[in-house]
């Protein structure tokens, strides 16, 4: 069984992908047409063009972000205290039923 990944817009769209474990949320994305999220670096964590807003509920589940990935946010496009990098959140079991929304633009 792949992890579901539930993408929202800022319109109430939103669509559910099943990703291939160890994958990120933004390879993911890619993968399947999501718009909204850009990923210039790749997953290096070097553009923020993988900003998401990670649903409350689900955002003290996933492992914490790390001090780069946190100064990379801050330059993202109005950054929220649930915003994560994409390309940082990886898929698995744990992560089953994740919901994010994408921004209304990137950087
Ligand atoms: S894809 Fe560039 S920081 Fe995530």
């Given at each position: 069984?792949?992890?579901?990944?539930?993408?929202?817009?800022?319109?109430g769209?939103?669509?559910?992908?099943?990703?291939?474990?160890?994958?990120?949320?933004?390879?993911?994305?890619?993968?399947?047409?999501?718009?909204?999220?850009?990923?210039?670096?790749?997953?290096?964590?070097?553009?923020?063009?993988?900003?998401?807003?990670?649903?409350?509920?689900?955002y003290?589940?996933?492992?914490?972000?790390?001090?780069?990935?946190?100064?990379m946010?801050?330059?993202?496009?109005?950054?929220?205290?649930?915003?994560?990098?994409?390309?940082?959140?990886?898929?698995?079991?744990?992560?089953?039923?994740?919901?994010?929304?994408?921004?209304?633009?990137?950087?």
């Amino acid at each position: 069984m792949m992890p579901k990944i539930i993408y929202k817009d800022r319109d109430g769209n939103s669509k559910t992908i099943e990703v291939e474990k160890g994958l990120s949320v933004m390879e993911g994305a890619i993968q399947n047409d999501i718009p909204g999220i850009d990923a210039d670096c790749g997953g290096s964590m070097a553009c923020a063009t993988c900003h998401v807003y990670v649903d409350e509920e689900w955002y003290d589940k996933l492992p914490k972000a790390v001090e780069a990935e946190i100064d990379m946010i801050d330059m993202a496009y109005e950054p929220k205290k649930n915003s994560r990098l994409s390309c940082q959140i990886i898929a698995s079991d744990d992560i089953d039923g994740l919901t994010l929304t994408t921004p209304k633009k990137q950087s």
